[in-house]
């Protein structure tokens, strides 16, 4: 589904992404772990088009296309979804007219006709049982006053309205609680199908006990320097990030 | 790749697609303007004496501002200076016999052009819930609804018409909010005008329908210069819409209108204008100049009234809906949008003069700026010592699209006694790459991207405006931004 072959990316002149390589096939799961500044956001941010991070090299083939020469919107379009690890407020628009708005671009660039309020309405109130948010969300502003944890919520909710083919969540998980985790949790699992795959990006080894990854990639300084099955998380949960250093360091 | 500052610099290529003129033939003063032009402007609508009479005075004080200093200087706006004896006062469409037409009689090229802007008049297809009066250039050609609100007592008609029919209610209220001597334009404005809508609420009626004008310039070189005047009885309600479009010219042409509000004991009067003249080209060529005076009159206990603006179009505007707080617990609300792009200028604000105890008032001015557009809010909250326990709250919000535009505030706050507070916060932001980005994430064109942020912008202003407004307005907003993504 997604090939990525010797990805550079750069910000502000800066590389931060060096020559990275990643397979993921439908109906897996990857976990993408490395410590902060290792560059798992300019990773995800690029995958999704981000104007600011430069891909100076490589390939990346989704679905057979091209991603790097769509547009952030096209690959949207095409099924990506990146779940921020920031999400962004935006004043005065409520919720349910945002999703409105994306369901039906997406709609529109399938050849799909427009779904009406009340359709949106029904779709949007089913997926909201799933992050065990009230009505009340949808008229909320989009991630305006929210918390942190509400704002992780309403990624998934966004995802889970969209129903990506390939979703890419940047550190969902990080700063929830129990409870919020599972419901993080739930929302991918259910996303979970053979013809999706899902990138989860993250600090910690918390969520992989709820959302089982079929690869562990480990990211450091750019690069993907380890890879394994699940057993790898559980490893790094233990020891932390400094051995791999030593060990990338040895390489080195 | 788009960034928000060069999708909004395209804006410069904006369509505006109610720039066509209608080929009708009109009845047209020669350019030019003295006593005896303002002779024949009363005498082609048969005026009573004290209309000419008082148009007389106006004109008499007009010419005195003009002799001594001209035009008002103060906004903070630049335009080369008006020649007022260039401009056409008096531009109508021909019509045969004396007296309102019906619909019949309507020259079928005015309804087409109705039409075409959306405001059908005919009987079958008029807009239901709406009652229209249609002004073009200098009169009004047809008010729908008219008998039906008759029953329920209230007049709604042009304003020629209430001077001809209500001669008793118009000397009374004419003038009464917003006297000739209160500006350059009121006072011109109070000379020439042509026409305009006249409504009553009686006392205790309910409006049962949006009631509505539509304001259309089509002659060339000519100004418009209408009235309203709407006074709404004790225990009255109304809702009030105003609109306007022109054709597209290379000239700039002069619209300086005014508006007086009375609303008596626990009234309320809603007046909601879009505003959507032609605002000239990518290079300041053309567009309306829009200087007009409108202002409310709280003259009962507990009235209220409140102006929702949403400004899009026009070359220059200049305008300051206000409200008059005269009576205790009277209510007075301003909210306002002004979008200014390409080389548009706007000033404009409100001025709530607290003189009733308990009086309220609240602001809340968002102002949008794009290509080199100049947007000011000027404000004025004027507490005299007697408002005792008055309150104001004032939100002015400035959205800058792009680094070539600007924006101003003038909050002007004087409390005059120490048991009353005004509030006043301001903001200034930009749409950010990072909103941008997030909205195409999820699928959004830059476009449909950028017409969201600013709805959201807007929408403390759009709640306020009735439903089919709001429908009007942001999609507005959407044709102002079309096509401004490459
Ligand atoms: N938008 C940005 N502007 C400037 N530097 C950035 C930006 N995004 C990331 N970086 C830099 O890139 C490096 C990797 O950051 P990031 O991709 O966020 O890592 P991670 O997500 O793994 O914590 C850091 O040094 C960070 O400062
Ligand atoms: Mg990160």
Redesign the pocket.
């Known amino acids: 589904m997604l090939s990525i072959r010797d990805l550079s990316v750069g910000?502000?002149g800066?590389t931060?992404v060096r020559h990275l390589n990643l397979e993921v096939r439908a109906g897996e799961v990857h976990a993408v772990m490395?410590?902060?500044?290792?560059?798992?956001?300019?990773?995800a941010?690029a995958l999704a088009g981000h104007p600011?991070?430069a891909v100076t090299g490589g390939e990346v083939t989704y679905l057979g296309r091209d991603l790097l020469a769509m547009s952030p919107e096209d690959r949207a379009r095409a099924g990506l979804f990146l779940a921020f690890?920031y999400p962004i407020e935006i004043p005065g628009v409520s919720n349910a007219a945002f999703l409105k708005a994306a369901i039906n671009e997406q709609r529109a660039a399938r050849g799909l006709d427009e779904l009406d309020a009340m359709d949106v309405l029904e779709r949007l109130e089913q997926k909201l049982q799933l992050v065990e948010m009230d009505k009340s969300f949808l008229s909320r502003p989009v991630n305006e006053g929210f918390s942190g944890g509400e704002k992780k919520r309403n990624e998934i909710l966004q995802m889970a309205v969209l129903e990506p083919t390939l979703a890419i969540l940047?550190?969902t998980d990080s700063g929830l609680d129990i409870d919020a985790l599972k419901i993080v949790a739930q929302g991918v699992n259910r996303l979970r199908r053979p013809d999706n795959a899902i990138i989860l990006?993250t600090h910690y080894q918390r969520i992989l006990q709820y959302v089982e990854p079929d690869h562990v990639h480990v990211?450091f300084d750019g690069r993907i320097v380890k890879s394994a099955g699940k057993e790898l998380a559980l490893e790094l949960e233990r020891r932390g990030y400094d051995w791999i250093r030593d060990e990338v360091g040895a390489v080195a | 790749m788009t960034t928000p500052t060069k999708t909004l610099e395209a804006l410069a290529t904006r369509d505006y697609k109610w720039g066509f003129v209608s080929d009708i033939e009109a009845d047209t003063l020669p350019p030019g303007l003295n006593e005896d032009v303002i002779r024949l402007i009363s005498a082609k609508k048969a005026e009573p004496e004290f209309m000419l009479d008082w148009r007389l005075r106006a004109y008499r004080h007009w010419s005195k501002l003009e002799r001594q200093a001209g035009e008002p200087k103060w906004a903070n706006v630049t335009y080369p200076p008006i020649d007022y004896q260039k401009i056409v006062y008096y531009s109508a469409p021909k019509r045969q016999g004396e007296g309102p037409a019906s619909l019949d009689e309507i020259d079928p090229k005015l309804l087409e052009t109705f039409e075409k802007l959306g405001i059908p008049l005919g009987e079958q297809k008029r807009l239901a819930g709406v009652a229209v009066d249609a002004v073009f250039d200098s009169v009004s050609v047809a008010t729908t609804f008219k008998e039906k609100l008759a029953e329920l007592g209230i007049i709604f008609c042009s304003f020629s018409e209430a001077v001809q029919n209500h001669p008793d209610l118009v000397q009374k209220y004419l003038g009464s909010v917003v006297p000739y001597t209160d500006n350059f334009y009121a006072a011109l404005n109070s000379a020439v005008f042509s026409d305009g809508s006249f409504c009553y609420i009686p006392r205790g009626v309910r409006c049962p329908m949006e009631l509505s004008t539509y304001f259309r310039i089509n002659a060339a070189g000519s100004g418009q210069f209408e009235r309203t005047l709407i006074v709404a009885e004790e225990g009255s309600y109304v809702s009030y819409l105003e609109g306007c479009t022109a054709p597209m010219r290379d000239e700039n042409q002069l619209h300086a209108a005014v508006v007086e509000l009375v609303a008596q004991e626990g009234a309320q009067i809603k007046y909601s204008t879009v505003q959507n003249w032609y605002a000239g080209d990518a290079e300041g060529r053309g567009g309306i100049f829009n200087f007009v005076t409108k202002r409310g009159k709280c003259a009962g206990r507990g009235a209220r009234i409140s102006w929702t603006q949403v400004e899009t179009g026009s070359a220059i505007t200049w305008k300051y809906p206000s409200v008059i707080l005269q009576a205790d617990d009277s209510i007075g609300e301003f909210y306002s949008v002004a979008l200014t792009a390409n080389r548009q200028q706007a000033d404009t604000g409100t001025k709530m003069l607290h003189i009733g105890k308990n009086t309220r008032s609240t602001i809340i001015s968002k102002g949008i700026s794009a290509g080199r557009g100049n947007n000011t809010y000027r404000g004025l909250v004027r507490i005299l010592p007697r408002a005792a326990n008055a309150r104001n709250y004032t939100q002015c919000d400035s959205l800058l699209l792009g680094d070539r535009c600007g924006a101003h505030t003038f909050p002007y706050i004087e409390v005059g006694n120490a048991s009353s507070i005004a509030e006043h916060e301001a903001s200034t932001s930009k749409i950010s790459d990072e909103q941008l980005f997030y909205c195409k994430q999820r699928g959004l064109s830059g476009d449909n991207a950028v017409s969201m942020i600013i709805n959201g912008f807007c929408k403390e202003v759009f709640k306020n405006l009735p439903m089919e407004f709001a429908v009007e307005a942001t999609k507005l907003l959407g044709v102002s931004l079309e096509g401004s993504i490459g």
């Open positions: 910000v502000e800066k931060i490395g410590p902060n500044g290792s560059g798992k956001s300019t990773l941010q600011a991070y690890q940047d550190e990006v990211l």
